[in-house]
């Protein structure tokens, strides 16, 4: 009878065990994670502004798991003007993935914002200098505004900017005196030695296309 009763405790106690076993719950939720200061102030930076961009990271919050850490990959690149993400990932203990993504741009339009002089050619013959002022689109990332184009008041233009290349997409302005319906495109190649750049453009009007270049020259 001894042995039955010892028997029937164990059976007891396994019964127990698996059924707080069964009672345990399954960790199945992926860690949290939030992107620090995810913000234009420190998304939107000027090209060349620095050496390297200061990543300010991300925080992870997991329900089980504490004192988890977000690892980033992708790389921004201060001396081209693009679009930029970095991806951050944590795991928890059950081997559940979190991610999220910072987008950073490098914006050309910060550094060539300024006055400049500019001396416009048609062909190789100068058409005398002007003042122009170019602007950075508060917008758009990447995108300048110039007030005068080609020698014309009120030829206001605007350029995109990729890596260090200025494209003046198609678009027709109404602009000149007389005034006319002024169809541009053109580009330019600038870098991080100084602001100067020449700008070469076409221009057609009345479908007449003559080709132009602009020397900008920092003031």
Do not use: W
Not at 66 to 85: E, F
Not at 111 to 128: C, I, R
Not at 184 to 197: E, I, L, P, V
């Amino acid at each position: 009878m001894k042995k039955i009763a010892l028997g029937f405790a164990s059976l007891l106690l396994l019964a127990g065990v698996l059924s707080i076993s069964s009672c345990k719950e399954t960790d199945s939720s992926s860690p949290v994670i939030t992107v620090t200061n995810d913000d234009a102030a420190h998304n939107r930076v000027a090209q060349f502004s620095a050496a390297a961009y200061t990543d300010p990271g991300a925080t992870v919050v997991d329900d089980v798991d504490k004192d988890l850490t977000a690892a980033a990959s992708g790389t921004v690149n201060m001396l081209l003007a693009n679009d930029y993400t970095i991806t951050y990932t944590a795991t928890d203990k059950a081997g559940n993935v979190g991610t999220a993504t910072r987008t950073v741009s490098v914006d050309g339009g910060q550094y060539l914002a300024g006055s400049y002089t500019v001396e416009d050619f048609t062909g190789a013959t100068s058409n005398g200098t002007y003042p122009e002022t170019i602007s950075s689109s508060s917008v758009t990332n990447n995108k300048i505004n110039f007030t005068k184009f080609a020698f014309y008041v009120n030829g206001t233009v605007y350029g995109t900017l990729s890596g260090t290349t200025i494209t003046i997409p198609q678009q027709t302005v109404t602009c000149g005196n007389p005034a006319a319906d002024r169809t541009f495109t053109g580009t330019a190649t600038y870098s991080s030695a100084n602001h100067n750049f020449t700008l070469n453009y076409s221009e057609t009007t009345n479908g007449t296309t003559i080709t132009g270049h602009g020397v900008y020259t920092a003031n």
